[in-house]
């Protein structure tokens, strides 16, 4: 595949619902989305799901991934094509720009784009092209309220709505009282919970308390960049831990499994695959897999994406490998007041299924997609 150009674009977008986690509330999103444009005049759109800040990894900032992709990422991914002729797999666009250490958000937007390219090419729904093969799956919801009344009013309109999995934001201070609440209100829904790190060496014997609720997982109670801590304190809980924040590629999962073997045991060790986390769909399907032969649960987390980005992520849990429900979802229904396609994204009965349409399966809205976004900067191509 030649490639004439990649674009990148600021793209707004209005939270329905302010989404509160332990460190804040977001209610607008400027997002970078990459374009690439290939020399056959088709389009690749990927979408780096930018926070306002980094206060929950470094690098997941819109100012990062700016200067990310347009000082480093694609100036090598245009080297990379002068040098070595049109890109045949993907495979050589990751080798393009694996010198630059970190920059994980933003390599996967490049890397989303490719995809959307081969899929229109090869004319297959990237589920199939990933390796997918389960159409139908339960999906779940992230829920991100300031009080515990805020929490019960979210989950209950999720439950209405079909969804079989609550996830719900937690912090010290806020969680026996939250997830005390909502076992009570829904003795049987598979409920879980995520500090974001808001945990530390001094606080987390509070979480001791929640083992009694019957959790699926505590995600990422600890420090943002520690695996070691977490699989310590694992041995002294009963619920599950389950790793979002510390996992950036295979080698941080072959650690995670090595501790929790020599340890807890890998049936008290989830991963929470976010692809952009992970620098793309690539590495996270040798992570499903790896941590699949550990017998290591994993899902696929979200990052209040695009409908755009959530289906892309909806396709990626078609993989046979990946054994939890997702968080795609918000409570409400549409994240956003305004999206990039025109058709929101249907769940029934808390299942999503995916079609056979080519790439994410639905159709960008470019008339929308131009309204919302601000072009940032360009970088031409030879070809
Ligand atoms: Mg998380």
Known sequence: MKLARAEV???DLHLRTPFTTSFGTASQLHRPFVVLHATDGRRGVGEAPTLPTPAYKPE????????????????SLARA??????FTDVDRVRASYAWIKGAVFAKSAVEAA????????????????WGGERRTFPVGVSIGGKSVADVLTLAERAVERGYQRLKVKIWPGFDLEPV???????????????????YDLTTWEGLRALDAFDLLLIEQPLYDDDVYYHAQISRELRTPICLDESIHSLRDVDVAIALWQAGAGTERLIVNIKPPRVSGFAEAIVIAKRCHEAGVRTWIGGMLDSAWGKAFNLNFNGLPEIDLPGDHFSPGGAYFMDDVIA?????????FALGEGAGPGVDLDWERFERLAESQFAVDFAH
């Open 9 to 11: 674009v600021l793209v």
């Open 180 to 198: 005390r609440a909502l076992r009570e209100r829904f003795p049987d829904v598979v409920l879980q919970v995520d500090a974001n790190s808001a």
């Open 60 to 75: 997941v900032d819109a100012p990062a991934v700016l200067t990310s992709l347009g000082e480093f990422i694609l100036p």
């Open 114 to 129: 490719w995809w959307d390219l081969t899929a229109q090419e090869a004319s297959a729904p990237l589920w199939r092209i």
């Open 81 to 86: 094509q002068a040098r070595d002729g049109a």
């Open 343 to 351: 058709e929101p994204l249907a769940i029934h009965d808390g299942q």
